[in-house]
């Protein structure tokens, strides 16, 4: 199939291009579907850094399209400037090196932030609800 | 299903000189994390290295191993 008869592929490629920072994530920021992406919009939000998100549960063909364009399996994926950061493991470890603020261009980056924990906590809250 | 002694062996097996501490994060047999230390990740940005590991398991991410949480240690 070529590009031009892949919709989906090509949104995505558009709301990467199209947007400074870009987090696709089960379910919202306001109602994460999955811990891993709770925790990764968690250290966006300690940042106080604004994004788009984008939640990739309603349609099973967007985690398909967003996989093969990043090369990347698994879910959160944040963007910065049109490039693939990381999931929940990357972003949390950069924001507490600082790194996740240098490359986000915010203050915050003397490696002095804490991962923040997710509400209730616990290994047991996380879920896969694909 | 996978467990961890198994991601632990086929991670160890698939990237040369590596070790792998694996542990099954929810004891639900779905949800690993594991640190790993090899010299195959020299001069690899994280990324990259989370691609080498994930690339072991292929389709089985996201489907049996609904979650591999890592980190990579370059030694």
């Known amino acids: ?130 | 299903m996978p467990d961890a002694a198994n991601i632990k062996e086929r991670i160890e097996a698939g990237i040369p000189g590596s070790q792998a501490e694996v542990e099954d994060w929810t004891g639900g047999g779905d949800h690993f994390r594991a640190t790993v230390t090899s010299p195959a990740f020299a001069g690899l940005s994280r990324i990259e290295q989370h691609r080498l590991v994930y690339g072991i398991f292929g389709e089985e991410i996201g489907g049996p191993i609904h979650a591999l949480s890592l980190t990579t240690i370059s030694e």
């Not at chain 1, 300690?46 to 998100?53: D, I, K, Q, R, T």
């Not at chain 1, 967007?62 to 693939?84: A, K, N």
């Open chain 1, 1 to 130: 199939m070529n590009e031009q008869d892949n919709p989906i592929r090509e949104a995505i490629r558009g709301a990467i291009a199209g947007n400074e920072v870009i987090l696709f994530m089960k379910g919202t920021p306001e109602a994460p579907a999955c811990g891993f992406s709770a925790r990764t919009v968690g250290a966006l939000q300690s940042l106080e850094v604004p994004f788009a998100a984008v939640d990739i549960l309603p349609d099973p063909r967007i985690r398909q399209e967003l996989s093969e364009l990043s090369q990347w399996p698994t879910i959160p994926q944040l963007f910065v400037h049109g490039e693939l950061v990381g999931g929940c493991d990357i972003v949390l470890e950069m924001l507490e090196s600082g790194e996740l603020a240098d490359v986000l261009g915010v203050a915050g980056g003397d490696g002095a932030v804490e991962a923040p924990a997710v509400a209730g906590g616990g290994a047991l809250q996380i879920e896969n609800r694909l």
